[in-house]
């Protein structure tokens, strides 16, 4: 990176971190209780940790032993490396003082010099670490970034004051675009609900009600159906049910108890339909597939629901239609998924066959296609109720030959239908209008990033210590502490320092104990010396503390060990 701000410097992740280390899996240890937290990629949820999501502990021992190099402590960065989907990354919270991470994780623990923060945002945006993900995507199945480019990554660092006004100008700018994502997310469900408020409306005779009331010499759906010839209905099946169930709009199965609107009159389906079902050509006889007749299938039909469909994803041939029970339809056919996913509304745009999963209406002149599969789809979810079934609903064929229809007018049901496309037309551009503003959010929250690593998001102030200055002090310091105090016994001083701490405090503890954070809050000395002092405490052989779970804080509490 060329033409670095004042007071900035770039260094590899592995010059600034303490360590980039990726995680493990144990061949045991794993138990029920709380213990240690075991963390996976699918607990990075929004670019935090979610451990309420199918949590997992290992046992302290196998922490301490083969555990050891996989262990993460408050303030990590986590960042996957395994995908699909590469680059989630989170900051480890503190509500555990240590945790474990699986080897689809890298750790990232950085030093004095760089925020946790700072890293978090870098490892989500910054140049080096989009270009290496960019590039493993264009692999084919598992992919994968290695350690070895994971401490490469090219990390621009501001001054350590610089980097905090930094992060606080992007969170809350961040903020700020979660809350339009969520606003604009919203969008699409109201989209939906709106769809079938428009709906509903029409099947109820709301929607063209002062329409229909100037229409003098409009013709009743009576004398439409007096005049329609009853159509040939295949033979076979099961009968009619003789249950009665009323649908939410225009559809009900046997008599309707709501009233028709003036002009419409309810009506069998198969007296103004023919209605059939298709089938599926036998699979052990390639020969039947792949011919000049589109057979539609629940894939299909989810592809093309509330649309006309012209192509199938599967076709058959004469032979195959010959040999199976199924036949090819006329265009204008309306097909209903039945099965499997229930709801499924879609009309041959062409001659097609289709399979056992659906039922299907072949309208004769006194009811528009379209007219149909509108009123199928106003029903909503709630047309699973004309099936049985709570796992796997089915509508199965004596409902649907007993199924009714509230039929308008010939001339208002073209009206429904053009007043319906319309407002549809309306929705889809708001809809398609919330997602152009979603993706600017995604586009804008990249800008920002790209600022803030440019060194341009927030004014520089000239008394920072540089960056490259701290981290040469930061090392100094190390070299001296290390010549002055040699680690081994440093650290065993240390110890015994918060292992005092804890011995004096834990006198006064409350029954339900402290969390780790109230003792690191109470305790003046070094963070890795308490978390070392804790474990310690919890795993010598005559324990003198113990771990419980606080369901209702969902913390893990530490209290004195009771024997």
């Not at 700018?173 to 079938?196: C, D, F, G, M, P």
């Not at 010959?322 to 998924?337: D, F, H, I, M, Q």
């Not at 109720?385 to 308008?408: D, N, S, W």
């Not at 001296?480 to 005092?500: C, D, I």
Request: glycine share 6%; proline share 6%; with cysteine.
């Amino acid at each position: 990176m060329t033409g670095l701000p004042r007071g900035w410097v770039e260094y590899e992740a592995s010059e600034i971190c303490d360590l980039v280390q990726s995680g493990g899996t144990p061949k045991e240890g794993f138990i029920d209780r709380p213990g240690v937290p075991f963390l996976k990629v699918y607990n990075i949820v929004g670019q935090k940790i979610d451990f309420e999501y199918r949590p997992q502990f290992i046992n302290v021992d196998i922490h301490h032993s083969s555990m050891a190099k996989s262990q993460a402590f408050p303030g990590d960065v986590l960042m996957n490396i395994v995908g699909p989907p590469l680059g989630k990354v989170a900051v480890v919270p503190d509500t555990y003082p240590t945790w474990n991470v699986n080897q689809a994780l890298t750790i990232f623990r950085p030093n004095a010099s760089i925020t946790s923060e700072w890293l978090y945002y870098f490892l989500c945006g910054g140049d080096s670490v989009k270009s290496v993900i960019n590039e493993t995507r264009g692999s084919a199945g598992q992919v994968n970034i290695s350690l070895s480019q994971c401490r490469s990554f090219k990390l621009p660092l501001p001054p350590l004051a610089e980097q905090k006004r930094i992060v606080a100008k992007l969170d809350a700018l961040n903020a700020k675009s979660a809350r339009a994502r969520t606003e604009l997310a919203r969008v699409e469900i109201l989209v939906s609900r709106y769809r079938q408020v428009v709906l509903r409306s029409a099947f109820l005779g709301r929607m063209t009600s002062e329409w229909r009331a100037k229409k003098i010499n409009l013709q009743a759906a009576s004398a439409l159906i007096a005049s329609t010839p009853t159509p040939h209905q295949p033979r076979g099946g099961r009968e009619a049910t003789d249950r009665a169930i009323q649908g939410k709009a225009a559809l009900a199965v046997n008599t309707s108890t709501r009233q028709a609107p003036p002009k419409w009159q309810w009506v069998p389906l198969n007296r103004i339909t023919r209605q059939e079902t298709g089938h599926t050509p036998s699979r052990s006889h390639p020969e039947w597939w792949g011919g000049d007749i589109p057979w539609i299938g629940i894939k299909d039909a989810g592809a093309h629901h509330g649309k006309v469909i012209e192509h199938t994803i599967q076709t058959t041939n004469k032979e195959g239609l010959a040999n199976s029970a199924a036949r090819l339809l006329p265009a204008g056919t309306v097909c209903l998924s039945r099965t499997a996913s229930v709801g499924y509304v879609t009309i041959m745009g062409k001659p097609m066959a289709t399979s056992q999963d659906f039922v299907t209406w072949t309208c004769t002149e006194a009811l528009v296609p379209k007219f149909l599969m509108y009123a199928l789809i106003a029903e909503g979810e709630d047309i699973r109720e004309f099936g049985k079934g709570t796992t796997h609903t089915t509508i199965y064929f004596p409902e649907v030959r007993a199924m009714q229809i509230c039929l308008a007018p010939l001339e208002e049901q073209h009206e429904i239908v053009r007043r319906i496309e319309s407002a549809f037309a309306r929705i889809d551009r708001l809809a398609g209008e919330a997602k152009r503003a979603l993706e600017l959010v995604g586009r804008l929250d990249e800008a920002i990033l790209a600022k803030a690593f440019r060194g341009v998001l927030v004014p520089q102030v000239e008394n920072d210590e540089p960056a490259e200055r701290l981290l040469a002090r930061i090392r100094a310091e190390r070299a001296a502490e290390a010549k002055e105090k040699p680690k081994p016994f440093r650290r065993k001083s240390a110890m015994l320092t918060a292992r005092e701490f804890l011995k004096e405090n834990m006198q006064n503890w409350p029954e339900e104990g402290v969390s780790f954070q109230d003792l690191r809050g109470e305790f003046r000395g070094n963070y890795d010396d308490l978390k070392e002092a804790v474990f310690a405490s919890i795993s010598d052989d005559k324990p003198t503390l113990q771990q419980v779970f606080d369901e209702t804080r969902s913390l893990m509490m530490l209290r004195k060990h009771r024997r």
